[in-house]
């Protein structure tokens, strides 16, 4: 409780921020950038976050695994969307060294895109 999480480095905040709309997306960007968190200053960076979107969009599930946040962690996220919005995302965290990125998206990147499908089909019914 209390505590606030980096959307830019962390992987459902990438999520969410790739997926959610155009509008919603600049208004966070914005927000980001008059915080000057000087942590977030190269990850808001127009190449980097082009790339981020470009490749999060392309494969579906965001990934954080360069130690950007929490360097003993990685997580992939995925977001739950309805409507044309992001509703939550689903994610999961594993100690680095148990596994390798490539490794958890294979294992349980399908599985995440199923769950947050089944959530977002629970949601509309």
């Keep these: ?9 962390t992987s459902s905040g990438r999520a969410y921020i790739s997926f959610c709309p155009d509008e919603e997306r600049a208004l966070i960007l914005d927000h980001l950038r008059r915080l000057g968190d000087e942590k977030d200053a190269p990850f808001l960076e127009e190449r980097w976050l082009s ?3 470009e490749e999060t969009r392309n494969r579906g599930i965001a990934i954080r695994d360069s130690g950007e946040f929490r360097p003993e962690t990685a997580s992939i996220a995925v977001p739950i969307r309805s409507a ?5 995302c689903v994610s999961l965290i594993w ?24 959530i ?3 949601l509309r019914d």
Aim: no cysteine.
């Design 1 to 9: 409780t209390g505590y606030r999480l980096p959307v830019l480095r």
């Design 51 to 53: 790339r981020l979107l």
């Design 84 to 88: 044309g919005a992001v509703l939550g």
């Design 95 to 118: 100690i680095r060294s148990a596994m390798s990125t490539p490794e958890a998206l294979e294992k349980f990147g399908p599985l995440a895109l199923e769950i947050a499908e089944r």
């Design 120 to 122: 977002a089909d629970a």
